[in-house]
């Protein structure tokens, strides 16, 4: 979709503060939305790409209802969750032939449109574009290329214009090939982790529950930050905890307290959370999977962490 004058100036005026950090995705973001460029964001879970999509959208003009002065206004944000599922028909719609009949193939009766033509002057958001077949990957072609869609057997084209920001994490391996044809339609930007504990520890501030009578004291919170961080970079860790593991265990560690009958947080509340909180959120390299269990792997790491950086309580 090409930008107009006022998107562009909003695009560049963009602080796109709902995610912290991340200056270098915004800008490559910016700099890519202002040359009209599709986008696949691409890094791990908890990152924040989708709400970075949601205030790209929140950039565009309403859009009017399909029946003008009618109903309420066309959404500007369309997500579309990648699957193996997925079909052509959900993402272009198709044609009742009965009605076509009847209407004509072009009528509005006979048409019901996919996701794709919803999404027409606005974000179509494609979470999770490797999971996407083949066969999918072939039908977005034209309209990413061509800003029109054939629909089904019926030699007829509707045009339609988005701009279409998809995700994928590299380091899932249940996804299916992107082919270089249709990788070569987008421009990638890269997002990785929160680049500072401080940062992250903002995060987590920010979006973990406030839980009457119980405290989370900020130096304990940020060693949570800071052992789930160490976790990421352990050379036996295979798949890493993302941001919201760190928001989990925080928001998991507030309610054992509470339950314990305490009015601040322990080092014992949150060992003893660990293991349900990030044991199915982080995978061991195979080296180490076979000879120790991802449960008791966070423990013993937490043990060591708690004597190293002076916890008390460490693990139960």
Do not use: W
């Not at 995705?25 to 964001?41: D, G």
């Not at 924040?48 to 959404?75: D, F, H, I, M, Y």
């Not at 009528?107 to 999918?136: H, M, Q, Y």
């Amino acid at each position: 979709m090409h930008a107009s004058d006022e998107f562009r100036k909003r695009i560049a005026a963009a602080p796109f503060s709902a995610v912290l950090g991340q200056g270098r995705v915004k800008e490559e973001l910016k700099s890519a939305l202002l040359a009209s460029r599709h986008i696949i964001l691409v890094g791990p879970p908890g990152v924040g790409k989708t709400t970075l999509a949601r205030e790209v959208a929140q950039l565009l003009p309403q859009r009017e209802s399909a029946e003008k002065g009618k109903g309420a206004p066309q959404p500007r944000f369309v997500r579309v969750q990648g699957s193996p599922d997925l079909t052509a028909e959900d993402l272009l719609g198709d044609i009742d032939p009965i009605k076509a009949l009847e209407y004509g193939p072009l009528s509005t009766e006979a048409f019901t449109p996919g996701k794709i033509f919803k999404a027409d002057k606005g974000i179509l958001f494609f979470d999770e574009v490797n999971r996407c077949t083949e066969k999918l990957q072939n039908a977005l072609l034209q309209a990413l290329e061509e800003k029109r869609a054939t629909i089904g057997g019926y030699d007829v084209d509707f045009p339609v214009d988005f701009v279409f920001i998809g995700t994928m994490n590299p380091e899932d391996s249940s996804t299916e090939k992107l082919s270089d044809v249709f990788l070569d339609r987008f421009d990638l930007v890269t997002m990785g982790y929160p680049e500072t504990a401080a940062i992250e520890h903002e995060i987590v501030t920010q979006q973990r529950q406030e839980i009457e009578g119980v405290a989370m004291p900020d130096a304990l919170q940020l060693k949570v930050i800071a052992f789930i961080r160490q976790l990421r970079v352990d050379k036996n860790v295979d798949k890493k905890p993302s941001v919201r593991a760190s928001i989990g265990v925080v928001d998991r560690s507030l309610t054992t307290a509470l339950l314990r009958g305490r009015r601040i947080v322990a080092p014992e509340d949150i060992a003893s959370v660990l293991p349900s909180v990030l044991a199915h959120r982080m995978s061991l390299k195979p080296s180490v999977k076979y000879l120790e269990q991802p449960e008791e792997y966070v423990r013993k790491q937490f043990e060591t962490f708690s004597r190293e950086h002076d916890l008390e309580g460490g693990v139960p």
